[in-house]
């Protein structure tokens, strides 16, 4: 017979899937539900390189903390799609760099001849990139290792969830705004495409949080990420062409070498926006729900840290 599971995790995007590793790994006999498929989820149509984005909430550079150093472990397994790579932040205007770059080992400035046309001060330093669809796949197998299981189905309530485990944990991304319900999600539509990478190592990324953010980020496949694109209150789930080749064309003025690429796949994602990360455990009907939700663009580099305050506050119950 099947054991009875412990914890409910609801979403299989980064954040579910991460707290369910961790639940899991941790002895908690763990079942996902979900409508989606990871490489179905927001998450995959993530950029994503680790570094807080969209995101407002005192807690987050703690959480980003103790995610950038697993994912740099993780940096050394073939099949984790998770791969350190040294790169450009730039801006526009004259800024200061955000503490948490200038606290990596390897941070310096760049020089003005270091800096693309149009920027006006920037900083190199290594982080780790992601290639989503690959990285989602080596979170499943991690599951399965743990002996979780993933049942696809669509949760239509917490209570529904909460009747089957004494602890549900809601990943649902932007879909808590209709499951829990929350007015206080709202969608931040994100594109890109991924083109084949001309031979360039380095990343690129705009330090600026604007409508049209330039990055291209190398991908563990042989594949690179060029982004992108921000659009609150936008919901259709189509890549836009026009969007597309914009962002093909800003890449291209950083690095000429992306011009001509071919284009292999286009992605678009609802990034999950909220005035705060909700991470806590609140009371339903008896049991208990533990929210992890509202990461903005973050979702990548917060979820080892919140998944590991998840496990805290499972821990006490």
Known sequence: MPRRPDVVVVGAGVSGLTTAVCLAEAGLAVQVRTRDRPRATTSCAAGAIWGPYLVED??????????????????REPDSGVRLRFGLEAGRAPADPPAWTVAMADFRPG??????????????????VVDMPVYLDYLVSR????????????????RE????????????????????????????????????NPGVDNFFVEHEEAPDPVYY???????????GSAEPG??????????????????????????????REHRVGLRPS??????????????????????????????????????DLVRQL
């Open 58 to 75: 005192d807690r987050a550079l703690m959480w980003s903390e103790l995610t950038r150093s697993v994912l740099t472990g993780l940096a």
């Open 111 to 128: 020089t003005p001849g270091e800096l693309p046309d149009g920027y006006a001060t920037g900083w190199w330093y290594t982080a780790p």
């Open 143 to 158: 599951l399965r290792d743990a002996r979780a299981t993933v049942e696809f189905r669509t949760v239509a309530s917490l």
């Open 161 to 196: 969830a909460a009747a089957d485990a004494l602890v549900t944990i809601n990943c649902a991304g932007y879909g808590a705004r209709a499951l829990v319900p929350d007015d206080l999600v709202s969608p931040n539509r994100g594109q890109l495409l991924v083109i084949d």
């Open 217 to 227: 980020l190398p991908q563990s496949g042989g594949g690179m990420v060029l982004g």
């Open 234 to 263: 936008r919901v259709d789930p189509w890549p836009d062409l026009a969007i597309a080749a914009a962002i093909q064309h800003r890449c291209a003025r950083i690095e000429p070498l992306l011009a001509g690429a071919r284009v």
């Open 274 to 311: 909220r005035p705060r990360v909700r991470l806590e455990r609140t009371d339903l009907g008896g049991r208990h729900v533990i929210h992890n939700y509202g990461h903005g663009g973050s979702g990548v580099t917060l979820s080892w840290g919140c998944a590991a305050e998840v496990l």
